[in-house]
Structure formats: C-alpha cells, structure tokens
C-alpha cells in the first residue's frame, strides 16, 4: 500500500495520499500516536493532512474492517540556507547561484521575491539555481521550499548594466595618480574601473558616483584611455576617453 510523498514537514500540514484496498470508510489515519485529518476517500485512497511530528513514524490506516500494515512517514525539518554565492546580478537573471546550510535535499523551488525557480540539488548542503529575471532593480527576498517548509532569510539585488555619463578631470599626467570622479547610474555595485584595461582603485559614492585614481600607464606613454565600469549585471564603457597627458621636459 503505497503512501505519496513519504516524507513532509516537522509542522504537519502535507498532503499524503496512501493507496491500496478496501479503504472506503476509513475512521482513522494514525502518524504514529497522532491523527491526521481525513480531505478524500474512496475504495482504493485515503487523502489525508499530515498532523505535526519528528523522525521516522508508522502510517495505519483504520477502517471498519480493522486496520492495515503500517508505512513509515518521514518528517523533515525546515531547510537551514547558510550563504548565497553571490547576492546580486542582472535584471534579466540568466546567472547561476549556488545555495549552501542543511536539508536541502528535498528542495523543489527557489523564490526570488515573486518569481520562482526550480533548483538542481547537489547534496542535502548545497543547491544550485538559475536566477529568474526581475521585475525591477532591487532586492528581493531569497527562500527555499523542501518537503520541510519553506526557510527566509536572505536577499538578492537585482541591477541593471551600469552607464557613465560624464567624468572628471578629463586629463592627468601619464604616471597616474589623478583622482576621477565618474557619474552616471547602476554604479553602486561596481566591481572594477579600468583605465586602458589598467585596473583602478574605485570608492563608490552612490549610486551614480564613483572615484576612481586613474593608474599610471604601462610604457608611461601619453594618450587616450577608454575608461570601462564594470558591476555583476555588466560592463560600460565612456563615450570619451581619459587623456594622459606627457610630462614636462626641460
């Protein structure tokens, strides 16, 4: 007599159905000493709500014609997440995150906000999934559903590529150390500044601002320097570049 799922929440409410015969009118479904609430029954089914519990317990079912064998019911505690591998990424999703903690084993979904995806389990501490795309910058709850509930708890930041605007001073002297103040949007999760591929030590002011201290050039040659913004949904790179500039000579 089969019973599906065999497995569900430390809380209770699952829906179970057990299988078999000669089960119409069931009196009662026993999870261990507890009872659980009868929703459906037919000759060959028995629907029920599993009452609240721990471990490993015997299902029987009582009909008036007496009571059948058991089936073991396993409860499963709520899902414990440990860490996100990364907490933000593009509007349009399409990235893949790893999600560490404990019982993860039975994850069937991943909910980021409203939007919902289905993740590839690795072991009972580690899941993968697929990003959904967003509704809108911003952050979102983060919260895995498993056989043992639903666990919160985290966030997840949508960003859009960023864009640069305008930058400031437009020159410096080829040996670098000009401080750049470079505006524009999407910037507050800026992960590098180049200057001609140079990478640059950046602060993040806001949202729309960053400085930046321009790196010397490689031969110490004056000339232009495309300036690139990159965050996790994307790269930019500035209309007009940065001009290094040749040292006076005496």
């Known amino acids: 007599m089969p019973i599906s799922p065999n497995q569900g929440s430390t809380g209770g409410g699952t829906t179970v159905t057990i299988t078999g015969s000669n089960l119409a009118g069931a009196t009662a479904v026993h999870f261990g000493a507890k009872l ?42 709520a899902p414990f997440k440990a860490a996100l591998s990364d907490t933000s990424g593009p509007l349009a999703g399409g990235n893949v995150i790893t999600i560490t903690g404990s019982g993860l084993s039975t994850a069937t979904a991943v909910h ?30 983060v919260s895995v559903t498993t056989a043992g509930g639903t666990n919160n708890g985290f966030t997840y930041t949508y960003v859009d ?7 400031t001073p437009g020159s410096g002297p080829a040996s670098g ?42 031969d110490g040659a004056p000339g232009p320097a495309n300036i690139t913004v990159t965050n996790t949904a994307g790269s930019v790179t500035a209309a007009t570049p940065f001009q290094y500039l040749a040292s006076p000579g005496i």
Do not use: W
């Open 177 to 218: 150390g000009t401080a750049v103040t470079i505006t524009g949007t999407s910037l507050s999760s800026t992960q590098s500044v180049t200057f001609g591929g140079q990478s640059a030590p950046f602060v993040v002011i806001s949202d729309t601002t960053i400085t930046a201290v321009a790196p010397p050039t490689l």
């Open 36 to 77: 659980a609430t009868i929703t459906a029954n037919t000759a060959t089914s028995v629907t029920v709500t599993s009452p609240s519990g721990s471990g490993v317990v015997q299902v029987v079912v009582t009909t008036p014609g007496g009571s059948s064998n058991p089936l073991n019911f396993y409860y499963v505690g």
């Open 112 to 141: 980021f906000g409203t939007n919902t995806a289905t993740p590839t389990v690795v072991s009972d501490g580690v899941i993968t999934v697929t990003v959904p795309a967003g509704a809108a910058v911003g952050s979102v709850g």
């Open 161 to 167: 590529v960023p864009t640069v605007t305008a930058f």
